[in-house]
């Protein structure tokens, strides 16, 4: 006897085989919430890297303003922490705090005239490559401020300066650098064929604009050594840059700090870390710092770093620049070297082009202007995942951006907890002493 076909929906489905749902890449990594076909969702880039599951462990996270994204990085870094993984981040707007006070650790401050001082030239000795490289650096920023490209003279200039600068006066300093391009010595105008007076004269365009980070707007930054003493051993470092943030000189401030946290990622510790760039418009919106993100990105592997960078948009990406220019050729580019991505919600009136730039089939992208706050499309490894974030109760004081708004939580009278679910809860770690640099351990 042939019986009749029987309809029904998926979520009648769902109940006749119950224990069917997605596996994800299965319980590696921190759980980071409940994929909405079924299963938990766990996540580490560099488990997944060495695994073979993508090429890059660098991620790109999208969102409209209250949708949750803010939350789902810190906690992210928390809940890392318990792997040993530690957490750089770049916060234009000083949203850190409690996330840093919860490991007893202060934000690094940098406001004009302040108390702390970043080298950006800390690896330079010499022309250098790359984001550690004095003289690419000081070029970049130059070119920033100029709105036009360093001749080639101008560049040999800068790199005779960086090359005696560290000869003379070791460390290496924006000042000392200045000082070589307004004064050159004999010995850098005989190394370039030339006198003494036309090397000052070469040099002297990308000096005065230099001189900013000296005598200018930016003075009291990046003017002299580093500041002994900054705890770079905690699990969190944050670089607070909201003083400054608004301005039109927060692009030369984010390419600056990166290139004194790759100074120090070179030094191959062996620490796996996760390198947060918030509001990565005012780096990408410049040819020469979009270059310099750019390599920090292709480094990602060799320095045993995650890149995440944030925006709100996905077209924010596109505007930097006219379709088909350079820079937005390299902001695409970022997308490109960044194999996950998390997509919270985006307008709706922006989906289509949202959806081109992220590489989502038209499925995905009339998902997009539909996400709920907490719930976004996580593309990873060539696979897509529906997840939404889950926070721990102590979890939410830790990751509200808008913690101005009510009270700080105090390292000494929270204990933290890391999202890892193991039967009944989360896995709580030990309380921190404020002022203590020790990795938060479980339990």
């Given at each position: 006897?042939?019986?009749?076909?029987?309809?029904?929906?998926t979520?009648?489905?769902?109940?006749?085989?119950?224990?069917w749902?997605?596996?994800?890449y299965?319980?590696?990594?921190?759980?980071?919430?409940?994929?909405?076909?079924?299963?938990?969702?766990?996540?580490?880039?560099?488990?997944?890297?060495?695994?073979?599951?993508?090429?890059?462990?660098?991620?790109?996270?999208?969102?409209?303003?209250?949708?949750?994204?803010?939350?789902?990085?810190?906690?992210?870094?928390?809940?890392?922490?318990?792997l040993?993984?530690?957490?750089?981040?770049?916060?234009?707007?000083?949203?850190?705090?409690?996330?840093?006070?919860?490991?007893?650790?202060?934000?690094?401050?940098?406001?004009?005239?302040?108390?702390?001082?970043?080298n950006?030239?800390?690896?330079?000795?010499?022309?250098?490559?790359?984001?550690?490289?004095?003289?690419?650096?000081?070029c970049?920023?130059?070119?920033?401020?100029?709105?036009?490209?360093?001749?080639?003279?101008?560049?040999?200039?800068?790199?005779?300066?960086?090359?005696?600068?560290?000869?003379?006066?070791?460390?290496?300093?924006?000042?000392?650098?200045?000082?070589?391009?307004?004064?050159?010595?004999?010995?850098?105008?005989?190394?370039?064929?030339?006198?003494v007076?036309?090397?000052?004269?070469?040099?002297?365009?990308?000096?005065?604009?230099?001189?900013?980070?000296?005598n200018?707007?930016?003075?009291?930054?990046?003017?002299?050594?580093?500041?002994?003493?900054?705890?770079l051993?905690?699990?969190?470092?944050?670089?607070?840059?909201?003083?400054?943030?608004?301005?039109?000189?927060?692009?030369?401030?984010?390419?600056?700090?990166?290139?004194?946290?790759?100074?120090?990622?070179?030094?191959?510790?062996?620490?796996?870390?996760?390198?947060?760039?918030?509001?990565?418009?005012?780096?990408?919106?410049?040819?020469?710092?979009?270059?310099?993100?750019?390599?920090?990105?292709?480094?990602?592997?060799?320095?045993?770093?995650?890149?995440?960078?944030?925006?709100?948009?996905?077209?924010?990406?596109?505007?930097v620049?006219?379709?088909?220019?350079?820079?937005?050729?390299?902001?695409?580019?970022?997308?490109?070297?960044?194999?996950?991505k998390?997509?919270?919600a985006?307008?709706?009136?922006?989906?289509?082009?949202?959806?081109?730039?992220?590489?989502?089939?038209?499925?995905?992208?009339?998902?997009?202007?539909?996400?709920?706050?907490?719930?976004?499309?996580?593309?990873?490894?060539?696979?897509s995942?529906?997840?939404?974030?889950?926070?721990?109760?102590?979890?939410?004081a830790?990751?509200?951006?808008?913690?101005?708004?009510?009270?700080?939580?105090?390292?000494?009278?929270?204990?933290?907890?890391?999202?890892?679910?193991?039967?009944?809860?989360?896995?709580?770690?030990?309380?921190?002493?404020?002022?203590?640099?020790?990795?938060?351990?479980?339990?």
């Amino acid at each position: 006897m042939k019986l009749p076909r029987h309809v029904a929906t998926t979520a009648q489905l769902a109940a006749a085989h119950p224990f069917w749902g997605e596996p994800g890449y299965g319980r590696t990594g921190s759980y980071m919430g409940q994929d909405l076909f079924g299963a938990p969702f766990w996540f580490d880039p560099f488990q997944l890297y060495a695994a073979g599951v993508v090429t890059s462990p660098n991620m790109a996270v999208v969102g409209q303003i209250g949708r949750g994204k803010s939350a789902m990085v810190k906690s992210l870094l928390w809940r890392q922490a318990v792997l040993g993984r530690q957490g750089w981040v770049l916060d234009p707007k000083g949203e850190y705090g409690a996330l840093a006070a919860a490991w007893g650790v202060r934000p690094i401050r940098i406001a004009p005239g302040g108390q702390v001082r970043l080298n950006p030239l800390d690896a330079a000795g010499g022309s250098g490559a790359g984001p550690g490289g004095g003289a690419d650096l000081l070029c970049s920023l130059a070119e920033v401020t100029m709105r036009r490209s360093v001749t080639p003279r101008e560049r040999a200039a800068v790199v005779a300066a960086v090359t005696m600068a560290a000869r003379e006066q070791p460390p290496t300093t924006v000042p000392a650098v200045v000082d070589q391009l307004m004064r050159p010595t004999q010995f850098s105008a005989s190394a370039l064929s030339t006198d003494v007076r036309a090397l000052a004269e070469d040099g002297r365009d990308v000096a005065l604009e230099l001189r900013r980070l000296v005598n200018g707007d930016l003075a009291g930054l990046f003017d002299g050594p580093t500041t002994p003493g900054l705890d770079l051993d905690a699990p969190l470092v944050v670089l607070d840059l909201s003083p400054l943030y608004g301005s039109k000189g927060l692009g030369v401030l984010m390419t600056c700090a990166l290139a004194w946290m790759g100074a120090r990622l070179m030094t191959g510790d062996g620490v796996k870390r996760y390198v947060v760039v918030d509001e990565a418009w005012a780096l990408l919106s410049e040819l020469t710092t979009a270059r310099w993100l750019q390599a920090s990105w292709k480094l990602s592997r060799a320095w045993g770093v995650s890149n995440v960078v944030v925006v709100h948009r996905a077209t924010d990406l596109a505007a930097v620049g006219p379709r088909g220019s350079q820079v937005a050729g390299l902001a695409e580019g970022l997308l490109l070297d960044s194999e996950t991505k998390v997509i919270f919600a985006q307008p709706a009136s922006e989906a289509r082009r949202a959806a081109s730039l992220l590489d989502l089939g038209s499925s995905e992208e009339s998902l997009l202007p539909r996400l709920g706050r907490g719930l976004a499309l996580w593309k990873v490894g060539g696979r897509s995942f529906l997840v939404r974030h889950r926070l721990g109760g102590e979890e939410r004081a830790l990751v509200d951006t808008d913690a101005a708004m009510g009270q700080v939580p105090r390292a000494t009278e929270t204990g933290g907890v890391a999202a890892h679910p193991r039967g009944t809860g989360f896995w709580p770690l030990r309380p921190v002493t404020a002022g203590a640099s020790s990795r938060p351990e479980a339990r």
